[in-house]
């Protein structure tokens, strides 16, 4: 009894209910034009004190209804409504206009059956219950009879006889009951069919899963751009202020060059950071938005905040740094910052860097002793990863690994196209 009572009337079926009465709502404008075409074609002034009529001009509007469905917000603020009053789960509903014909079609359709049922039980809602309370009085209120007549609405006079009179209220609450259970049947279909009708097309599938990749692509864009930027910085700074110290009496001048070193280091660092957490903050723009610096820009401060902080920096640069696409020559900068941090946690005594044009790519090497007790790093760390990855996304090729050939040596060897479709 109670499960039945909660079906009926519990807090989901009321809010379905709602959802049929606000179909009710919008469905009442299309009822209207429909009576303007009906009228004329009976000679009928007002068609709204003939019930025929009335359900005449609810079945003209209806088609009208299914023609505005077509239009692309129909879906979306079906779904909001489905969502917020028919307890569907979120994830089945689609989201966005409808792509194609067949899930236009199936908007259509919902549409024109949320607002055919929802009309219906509108109507039901606002005639019945007064009628059932009436019913339901007229036993214990002979006053109320005598108001009917004259206001010549008189009840059948079957109401009127004994043992009929006194099955009156039973009646009246029978017929809300009844009401309750239409109510929460009609809604029950439609939130069983609101899957089928509003669910997410396979075009809408692909769009959805492209808008997570290319989410994905941006969030591990900047986690590259976070670890090779912070990382670096706090490598380079642990150096310096280690060399600092080590020399802090002796050498002051060193101390000064490493200090300054450290504060550009940890400015250019925050400006960085700032930039790459403001991109999450607004959620959605583009990963070309987060900071890029370039080899035109910044090579030579990357090597001269790397010496600084004592390591010895082999370099030779057989490219116009400004010659390199800014494409390639961001990710061409990441790739040395990673090189050099590597050399800086794994080696902390020097590194040979050589960047040289072969044929239409950019070759990076970067060469630096292993670390004592480490004879090898197999796989890398992070990164590695991430260079690999930035070298993957541009066509071209990395190798990390002990140098064939050179005992003792670590070897980064990458190679960027810098010409073709993806630069």
């Not at 902080?309 to 800014?326: L, W």
Request: with cysteine; glycine share 12%; net charge neutral.
């Amino acid at each position: 009894m109670r499960g039945a009572a909660r079906a009926l009337f519990g807090r989901t079926a009321r809010r379905r209910w709602v959802h049929l009465i606000l179909g009710g709502a919008v469905a009442m404008p299309y009822v209207l034009v429909g009576s303007v075409v009906v009228g004329p074609l009976v000679g009928a002034d007002d068609v709204f004190t003939d019930l025929p009529l009335q359900l005449l001009s609810f079945l003209v509007g209806l088609p009208l209804a299914a023609v505005t469905a077509l239009f692309p917000l129909t879906r979306p603020m079906s779904v909001a409504a489905v969502r917020a009053l028919c307890s569907v789960e979120p994830g089945a509903l689609a989201d966005g206009p409808p792509r194609g014909w067949g899930a236009r079609g199936r908007t259509v359709a919902w549409f024109t059956l949320h607002l055919g049922w929802g009309g219906v039980l509108s109507g039901m809602t606002l005639a019945l219950p007064p009628f059932a309370v009436v019913v339901m009085l007229l036993p214990v209120s002979p006053g109320l009879r005598d108001g009917l007549r004259d206001a010549r609405v008189a009840p059948p006079h079957v109401l009127e006889s004994g043992w009929v009179s006194g099955l009156a209220p039973v009646a009246g609450a029978l017929m809300l009951v009844a009401l309750a259970a239409c109510a929460a049947a009609a809604s029950g279909l439609l939130a069983r069919w609101a899957p089928l009708l509003l669910g997410p097309a396979p075009a809408d599938r692909l769009a959805a899963a492209e808008a997570r990749a290319a989410d994905l692509a941006v969030r591990n864009r900047l986690a590259r751009e976070l670890h090779d930027s912070v990382g670096h910085a706090l490598s380079a700074v642990t150096l310096q202020a280690s060399a600092a110290r080590r020399v802090l009496d002796s050498d002051p001048d060193f101390v000064r060059e490493a200090l300054a070193a450290i504060e550009d280091t940890t400015r250019r660092t925050v400006g960085e950071l700032d930039a790459v957490l403001g991109v999450l903050r607004e959620a959605g723009d583009a990963a070309d938005t987060a900071p890029a610096p370039t080899l035109a820009d910044d090579l030579d401060g990357l090597l001269r905040r790397t010496r600084a902080g004592g390591i010895e920096v082999r370099a030779a640069v057989g490219v116009d740094p400004a010659d390199v696409p800014p494409l390639v020559s961001r990710e061409a900068y990441r790739i040395v910052q990673e090189a050099l941090s590597n050399a800086v946690r794994h080696a902390g005594t020097g590194v040979a860097l050589r960047l040289v044009r072969d044929g239409d790519a950019l070759r990076i090497t970067a060469e630096n002793p292993l670390a004592d007790g480490s004879p090898t790093r197999p796989g890398g760390g992070h990164g590695l990863r991430g260079v690999a990855d930035r070298a993957r996304l541009l066509g071209g090729s990395a190798e990390a690994g002990p140098a064939a050939g050179e005992p003792g040596v670590w070897r980064v060897d990458v190679r960027l196209p810098m010409k073709g479709p993806l630069v």
